[in-house]
C-alpha cells in the first residue's frame, strides 16, 4: 500500500494517455461529445455533473483519507450545505460543538432552523454531555470539529463515533484543522468527513473549496445526486489548483507543525499572554487524546490575551502575520475571531472570548515569525 506522500502525488492523477502530460490537464469543458443517444464517453456528458479534473480530486481525497467515495464541492459550506440539507429533514435535531466554526453555525442556526431542524451545541470532550443531549429518535447528526475553530477543543473520534452510533445517529467530522495528514476520521469510526479544501488542502490561499469523502457507497450515491441537482460543484481551475496543493501537503504540514511548535514554545510565560491554547501542550486538556489519534498537533495556535482592546491591538502589531481571515496557507495569518470569523456567533452559546486571537502558523523561517510576534506583544507587556 502506498505512502500518505506517494498517493498526494499520484492518486487518480496518471498522466494523461493521449499527450503523456505528467499533470492531468484542465477540462475546460461545459460539455462532452456523445457516440450516438446516451453514448458518453467515460461516463462524462455535461460538466455540473462529472468533469475529469473534478474526478481526480476527488479519487486523490478519497485515497487520502482511505474512502471509497470522495465528492468536491465549490467551497467547504457548499458541502456542509448539501450533507445537512441530504440527511436532516424538518422535525430532526443534531448536535454541534459548543464552540463550531461560526459559518457551520450561521448555516444551522440561520437557515436549517427556519426549515425545522433543531440543534444542541455541547463540548464534545464531554461524553456525558453528549449522551444528554441526545434525543433518542430524533438526533440524526452530531457534527464534530477536532481541533475546534477557533478554541481548539479536542474531541475523541472514536468515543464520540461509538455514543453517536449507539443513539442511531451519524456522525460528521469536520477533519480541516487537522487535514488528512494529520488525522484520518473514518478510520476511527466517522460516517463522514469534511474538509474545506480552501485551507490546508489547497495550501496557497488562492482557490476556493469544499470536499466530502465516506465509505457509505448508499450514502455516496445520494450524495452525488445532490452534488448534481445542486450544481454547487468546483470548476475545473479550482479542481486543478487544489490538486496542485495537495502534492505538497505532507511536506507543508511537518512545516507548519515545527513552526507552531516553536512559535508555542515562545508564547508561554509571555508577560502579555494569559493563555496559550494548543493540544500539543501536555498541560492541554485534550492532549493525551490528540496524541492518540493525530500524528502531529496542527500548525494552528489560539492565545487569551488580557482583554479585548490588547488583542485588537496585537493584530494590528504584527508585520509578518497578517491580518486576514481563513487559514493554512503557506503564510502566517492573524486574526481576531470575534470581530472576524465568528461574528455570526456573537449573542449566542457559542460566542467565543473577546480577548481571543487565533494564529494561523505558515511555513515562513520560525525565527522571523517568533521575532515579528514576541516585538508586537512586547508593546502590549504591563
Known amino acids: 500500500m502506498a505512502g500518505f506522500s506517494t498517493n498526494a502525488i499520484h492518486a487518480g492523477q496518471e498522466p494523461d494517455p493521449t499527450t503523456g502530460s505528467v499533470i492531468p490537464p484542465i477540462y475546460a469543458t461545459s460539455t462532452y461529445v456523445q457516440d450516438g443517444v446516451g453514448g458518453a ?16 480530486l476527488q479519487t486523490c481525497m478519497a485515497t487520502l483519507e482511505g474512502a471509497r467515495h470522495g465528492l468536491a464541492f465549490g467551497s467547504g459550506m457548499g458541502a456542509t450545505d448539501v450533507l445537512l440539507r441530504e440527511l436532516l429533514r424538518p422535525g430532526d435535531h443534531l448536535v454541534l460543538p459548543h464552540d463550531a466554526y461560526g459559518g457551520t453555525f450561521r448555516l444551522v442556526d440561520k437557515l436549517l432552523a427556519g426549515w425545522g431542524v433543531e440543534h444542541t451545541a455541547v463540548d464534545l470532550a464531554d461524553l456525558d454531555a453528549l449522551r444528554a ?13 477536532t481541533p475546534t475553530n477557533p478554541l ?28 488528512p495528514y494529520l488525522q484520518n476520521p473514518l478510520a476511527l469510526g466517522a460516517d463522514v468527513v469534511l474538509h474545506s479544501t480552501t485551507k490546508y488542502v489547497g495550501g496557497h490561499s488562492d482557490v476556493i473549496g469544499g470536499v466530502l469523502v465516506t465509505d457509505d457507497s448508499q450514502l455516496a450515491e445520494k450524495l452525488t445526486f445532490a452534488q448534481n441537482a445542486v450544481g454547487a460543484v468546483p470548476g475545473p481551475f479550482d479542481a486543478w489548483l487544489t490538486l ?40 492541554h486538556p485534550g492532549h493525551e487524546v490528540a496524541a492518540k489519534q493525530m500524528r502531529r498537533f496542527g500548525g494552528m495556535v489560539s492565545i487569551v490575551l488580557r482583554d479585548e482592546q490588547s488583542a485588537l491591538e496585537l493584530c494590528a502589531r504584527t508585520k509578518l502575520f497578517t491580518l486576514a481571515e481563513s487559514l493554512g496557507g503557506v503564510e502566517s495569518l492573524i486574526e481576531h475571531p470575534g470581530r472576524m470569523t465568528h461574528m455570526s456567533v456573537v449573542g449566542s452559546a457559542l460566542e467565543v472570548p473577546a480577548e481571543l486571537v487565533r494564529l494561523s502558523v505558515g511555513i515562513e523561517d520560525a525565527d522571523d515569525l517568533i521575532d515579528d510576534l514576541l516585538s508586537a506583544l512586547d508593546g502590549l507587556a504591563v
Request: hydrophobic content about 45%.
Open 41 to 56: 464517453r467515460g461516463g462524462y456528458e455535461y460538466a455540473r455533473t462529472s468533469n475529469p479534473t473534478r474526478t481526480a
Open 244 to 283: 496542485r496543493g495537495v502534492k505538497t501537503l505532507a511536506v507543508r504540514m511537518e512545516r507548519h507543525c515545527d513552526n507552531a511548535e516553536r512559535l508555542v514554545a515562545a508564547l508561554v510565560g509571555h508577560p502579555a499572554v494569559e493563555r496559550v491554547l494548543y493540544p500539543g501542550l501536555p498541560e
Open 133 to 145: 443531549a441526545l434525543r433518542p429518535g430524533q438526533t440524526r447528526l452530531v457534527w464534530c470539529e
Open 152 to 179: 481548539l477543543g479536542i474531541a475523541d473520534i472514536a468515543a464520540v463515533a461509538a455514543v453517536s452510533r449507539a443513539a442511531g445517529a451519524r456522525l460528521i467530522v469536520d477533519n480541516t484543522f487537522a487535514s
